[in-house]
């Protein structure tokens, strides 16, 4: 059965702005936290950790979510709205409690309440896409790409009053998922979703091509979440005004919803390995440039960093549309979380460590330590194109 067309483009608008939504509440601390960082007396290790968190909840919400079946349970459109809920009131948390600590567990509760939001989104549109699944998922995680720069447009608009700007992301995120949940439907294709399986990770494990296609999406995660981690400080170190810092933040990483649609449309035209590696050359050369920029004029610096936010992570849904095809598809479940969980827990080690160096060497140096993470995403990307290959050419 082939889905209406225009149902078909109603509900990817309609779930992708609910998605921008509800995923700001993602780097809503790293948004105002110069301001924090001023009211609280953060050191610098207090301050990765505020992002940290939210990397670590996203792995633990993501592992409970399949182990408990949680996907096939409940609807993705209600696990959205039940996800979103939980963010907007950790979100809330944060402002109540005034103080790290609480922040911390709340940061926590954000990144595991984001983990039903975000992979159940997936779903849900994968459910009206057959052809054309690359764009559609491209669209999907551009609204992810999205809603995490909302933040820094919310605080520009808001000035200094960072209490201010995360009620604002927390209303957002709650309507969000209300609009999920009551505007949207599940599609002509819609399937249940593959349950946790640990007995099945050898057959996984040992599938070259899930190897290589992970390989890739974790050099991505290397580069990516770090860079949105610190992009904002990076430009409060070029700008003298704390909101055009922000703005440019904001444009940064949001130029990498374009990015995400564009790969998506030439995945389904072309590879999808083709994109991704087109994708992470790209943003490997930003990373390698764009922080020895820090005191060029500021409008070079700002369109070396739109460059990199739209290559960063315009590579992101390829990988998992990739999973979906390689792997037996009744595991697709299993491999997917594994595949998450793991490179979530990698983003951990580089948003701690950007700081670290950049004090040490300047920030030249902290955005050269991810130029690796895509270089072998490259690399992967390429022995995958020669593998399905091989695997073409043996069976005519």
Known sequence: MQPDLTKQRRELVQLAFALVLSMSAWFSTAAVLGQLRLDWGLTRTQASWLTITVQIGFVVGAV???????????????????GSMGAALANLVVVLGDSFDIAVVARLATGASLA???????????????????MALGVMVGA??????????????????????????SALTAIGGLLADRL????????????????????IVTNREFRLASAGYFGHMWELYAMWAWIAAFYGDVFASSRVASLAA????????????????????????????????????????????????????????????????????????????VVDPRYVGTALTLQLATGFILTVFTIFFIPVVRD????????????????????????????????????G
């Not at 399949?66 to 349970?73: F, I, K, P, V, Y």
């Not at 949207?184 to 007995?199: I, R, Y």
């Open 184 to 203: 949207c439907c599940d599609g002509p294709f819609a399937v249940a979703a593959a349950s946790f399986d640990p007995t099945q990770l050898r057959a």
């Open 64 to 82: 409970i979510s399949s182990a408990t079946n949680l996907a096939d349970r409940i609807p993705p459109r209600r696990l959205i709205l039940y």
């Open 250 to 325: 904001f444009a940064v990483i949001a130029v990498g919803s374009l990015g995400c649609v564009y790969a998506g449309v030439m995945s389904d035209r072309q590879s999808r390995s083709q994109a991704a590696a087109l994708a992470m050359r790209w943003s490997a050369a930003a990373a390698i440039i764009t922080g020895f920029l820090v005191d060029a004029p500021s409008p070079l610096v700002l369109a070396a960093g739109l460059i990199w936010g739209f290559w960063v992570v315009a590579d992101s849904a390829q990988f998992s549309a990739i999973v979906t095809e």
């Open 144 to 169: 992810l790409t999205l809603g995490s720069a909302l933040p820094h447009l919310v605080n520009a608009i808001g000035g200094v009053d960072w209490k201010l700007t995360l009620i604002v992301v």
């Open 116 to 134: 039903a939001v975000y992979p159940p989104a997936l779903k849900a549109m994968s459910s009206w896409y057959l052809e054309g699944r690359g």
């Open 360 to 395: 040490a060497f300047g920030w030249g140096w902290a955005f050269l330590m991810l130029a690796p993470g895509p270089l072998l995403g490259v690399w992967a990307m390429r022995a995958l194109d020669s593998t399905q290959a091989q695997a073409d050419a043996a069976t």
